[in-house]
């Protein structure tokens, strides 16, 4: 399932969205794109939502690891967010695809909870962020969606 929401302008050739900005005027910026992976439909929804409000973030979902590794043969993104407990591969599985296929994509993990053995071993991997789930407008929301842009360099 392919989940986007652009800014309200068309797309440029370099990949740019208009934008609107205050007072009404318009510009040219990229929209952070990313690939979210996660198991449960109805965060998947509930958090591209969230993410893609402002216009400054384009998700693209897979809901196992396999089909995120799919969509990374004719994809690039910005920005990889996964949960580490997937149902049929952990998230470390894909941040070990990627990094063995020569990627550098930074890998933020959104957790339900935090297990020392499993962050300690996605660092090493080379994974970025862990940020708990939390609910709707809650921190685990505000964090990830901060996270993404200063990973981005858009804070």
Request: a negative charge; one cysteine or more.
């Amino acid at each position: 399932m392919l989940m986007t929401i652009i800014a309200d302008g068309p797309e440029n050739r370099d990949g740019e969205h208009s934008s609107p900005v205050s007072g009404g005027e318009r510009c040219c910026r990229k929209v952070v794109s990313v690939l979210f992976v996660d198991d449960t439909p109805a965060l998947v929804n509930l958090l591209s939502g969230y993410l893609q409000k402002d216009g400054d973030v384009m998700v693209n979902t897979a809901f196992c690891v396999e089909e995120a590794i799919e969509k990374l043969k004719t994809v690039s993104f910005d920005v990889i967010v996964t949960d580490y407990n997937n149902k049929e591969m952990k998230g470390n599985e894909l941040l070990r695809h990627v990094r063995n296929n020569g990627g550098t994509i930074p890998f933020v993990y959104y957790v339900l909870f935090r297990i020392d053995k499993y962050e300690e071993e996605a660092k090493k991997l080379g994974g970025v962020s862990f940020i708990e789930k939390l609910g709707p407008g809650g921190p685990g929301f505000l964090g990830l969606s901060t996270t993404i842009m200063r990973l981005t360099g858009r804070n």
